[in-house]
T-cell receptor, first 112, second 111 residues
Framework: DVKVTQSSRYLVKRTGEKVFLECVQD?????MFWYRQDPGLGLRLIYF???????EKGDIPEGYSVSREKKERFSLILESASTNQTSMYLC???????????FGPGTRLTVT | RKEVEQDPGPFNVPEGATVAFNCTYS??????FFWYRQDCRKEPKLLMS???SGNEDGRFTAQLNRASQYISLLIRDSKLSDSATYLC????????????FGRGTSLIVHP
């Protein structure tokens, strides 16, 4: 059974703080993704990675960065959190050559 | 035209009803299609793949119409537990493994 875990379910941070969201998958998947999901806007791709140390921008990368030092771990970094980054953040992974994704439970981030 | 479009609903149906959702996609080169289900405040979970020949899994049937560029999901004999948001997923183009998600269709099954 594929398992994707995220470091926190709920997080409250202040404007300007640096925020780290971690994602770990245990299925040896090559591809990992970070999304945010907001009411009425659906899932929007922030960044993805198809290999260790590789990263690609998604549709809304501004204000975010990522790190993938190990195959199983993909981190999302908010360098200076802002209130418009309050959202549900979802991590997903997939095997090479497929778009069939497995999601983590999500982190609901509130920036005050 | 959006890459992937779905009617947001909500579709409000009684138990036992048959309900169908469509999802249109803009890129004719897309080759991979899926339906996901997302319960309130939970992560999306894969429901089923959509094959060219169509596929069925119990009460759920998924079909692909390449000529008109849409996929469909049919749910027969709806249960209360089918209440959720159904997301259509299409790969961006050709052999790309990057998915594009629709915004989802909300289904509410009432007693």
């Amino acid at each position: 059974d594929v398992k994707v875990t995220q470091s926190s379910r709920y997080l409250v941070k202040r404007t300007g703080e640096k925020v780290f969201l971690e994602c770990v998958q245990d299925m040896d998947h090559e591809n990992m993704f970070w999304y945010r999901q907001d009411p009425g806007l659906g899932l929007r791709l922030i960044y993805f990675s198809y290999d260790v140390k590789m990263k690609e921008k998604g549709d809304i990368p501004e204000g975010y960065s990522v790190s993938r030092e190990k195959k199983e771990r993909f981190s999302l970094i908010l360098e200076s959190a802002s209130t418009n980054q309050t959202s549900m953040y979802l991590c997903a992974s997939s095997a090479s050559g497929t778009i069939e994704q497995y999601f983590g439970p999500g982190t609901r981030l509130t920036v005050t | 035209r959006k890459e992937v479009e779905q009617d947001p609903g909500p579709f409000n149906v009684p138990e036992g009803a048959t309900v169908a959702f469509n999802c249109t996609y803009s890129n004719s080169a897309s080759q991979s299609f899926f339906w996901y289900r997302q319960d309130c405040r939970k992560e999306p979970k894969l429901l089923m793949s959509v094959y060219s020949s169509g596929n069925e899994d119990g009460r759920f049937t998924a079909q692909l119409n390449r000529a008109s560029q849409y996929i469909s999901l049919l749910i027969r004999d709806s249960k209360l537990s089918d209440s959720a948001t159904y997301l259509c997923v299409v790969n961006k183009a050709g052999g790309s493994y990057i998915p594009t998600f629709g915004r989802g269709t909300s289904l509410i099954v009432h007693p």
